[in-house]
């Protein structure tokens, strides 16, 4: 009976060996399957990820594309005012030129009109 009582122990001890193998795989399919999912979800916010930054990267070049024209703009604005300053400038000083005929006529008018009227006083 010593050997079967040997053989129970070795068939004991290989049945244990081969529970212990068969967790150990277990778990580590468990652990898989989790690194699996894991790596999916990461997958897929890793997608998103890139759908946003494509996204903003478009919001991105049509800002700068519009800038872009806005200095354009504001470079064509600013060409306009100077030459609209320009035509000011001239402005302003015709019209002092205008003011200064207009004063001297008015004195010249009133010269006239003095000797008109002495004119008229002495051939009373």
């Known amino acids: 009976d010593s050997g079967s009582t040997e053989e129970a122990e070795q068939v004991k001890e290989i ?3 081969m529970t212990d193998e068969l967790v150990e795989r277990s778990q580590a ?3 898989l399957g989790y690194y699996m999912r894991e790596n999916e979800r990461k997958t897929l916010e890793f997608a998103d ?12 070049d049509t ?10 703009m504001n470079a064509r604005l600013e060409e306009n005012n100077a030459g ?7 402005e302003r000083n015709r019209a002092e030129i205008l003011e ?8 010249r008018l ?3 009109m003095a ?3 002495t004119d008229k006083i002495e051939n009373k």
Do not use: F, P, S, W
């Open 15 to 17: 049945v244990r060996k």
């Open 29 to 31: 399919e468990l652990q």
């Open 49 to 60: 990820l890139q759908a946003r930054h494509a996204k903003l990267r478009d919001k991105c």
């Open 63 to 72: 800002i700068q594309q519009k800038l872009k024209n806005q200095y354009k």
């Open 84 to 90: 609209l300053m320009k035509n000011l400038t001239v």
């Open 100 to 107: 200064k005929k207009g004063a001297e006529l008015g004195r």
């Open 110 to 112: 009133e010269i006239v």
């Open 115 to 117: 000797d008109t009227r």
